[in-house]
């Protein structure tokens, strides 16, 4: 089997680790994951949570580069609806200048925080929230220096221009996302961490081979590895995803009740908050690549990345290191990038 693995660190603070800790903790995640043949290491996008410290993915990633050596590192993801293409085109600019051919930007279509947070970011711009393809198509035409003839901005440029670009990627977990990035031409990352319905899966894969058969199809799954199965299970125990469902019809993945609730209050719509079982792949490395394979052979997925959203920190990095290139013995794909 063919296919490449890499790591979404979203930064957990584990149990009593102060902020600086958490970071620092990451940059030694990265560190690893490099020395154990992962294609890329990726950092996320959440405010103000006092569970995940990773709030500034350009930031970090910056630093990261600057402590590993080949490995690629990326955002996943910037929240592109709170901030100008061209300003975000040109901070992964100076980063792919810096470092070239490490540098990923992974795009995401979500808030990556609340209403009161989205409003904070949002705060003294013109910002409807409706305009998220046209942001997207935007700072592809930046990083690819061709903004066309006809755009308003023709002429603008997203200096210094790198050699080599950054990777695009958009990170999504339905087939309409998977559409768009097949339409624009860019690698897709189906966040089944998030939605875990065979069916979705099923349909964002042939929507994106339908527009863009060449494509680079990922898939960022929820996995938890150990010396046994047992073990495994309960390291896992009955996690669940919460979701709230707006009126409007948007649905949002939160990390508890309260918050779900929350988002729910300051959104000004009505809402529901319903749980459902986290879809976890767990068990020993060999039962888990098992999996793996067979969703590569089902579903023509060119790279895995594994999220493991588990509060205990030796466990947790064991769990990376059993299941990865190098001890799974997997011929990599060379990174897309």
Known sequence: MSYSLGILDQSPIIGDATNERTLQNTVALAQKAEQLGYSRFWVSEHHNTNTLAGTSPEVLVSYLLAKTKSINIGSGGVMLQHYSPFKVAENFHVLAS?????????IGKA??????STKALQYGTI????DFEERLSFLQQLLDDAVPAEHELHGIQATPIPKVKPGLFLLGASPQSATLAGKLGIAFVFARFINS???VLKEASEAYRMHYPKGHFAVAVAALAAPTKEEAKDLVGEQKITKVH???GRSLTLNSVEL???FGQESGESFTVKQYDADILYGTPEEIKEQLDAYHAQYQIDEFILHTPVLKALERER????LSPVNLHLQQQEAVS
């Open 246 to 248: 707006l009126a409007s």
């Open 197 to 199: 319905d065979h069916d």
């Open 111 to 116: 808030p990556g925080g609340l209403p009161l």
């Open 127 to 130: 910002n409807t929230g409706q």
């Open 319 to 322: 769990s990376f290191e059993l």
């Open 98 to 106: 810096l470092e070239p051919g490490r540098v990923d930007l992974g």
């Open 260 to 262: 779900a609730e929350k």
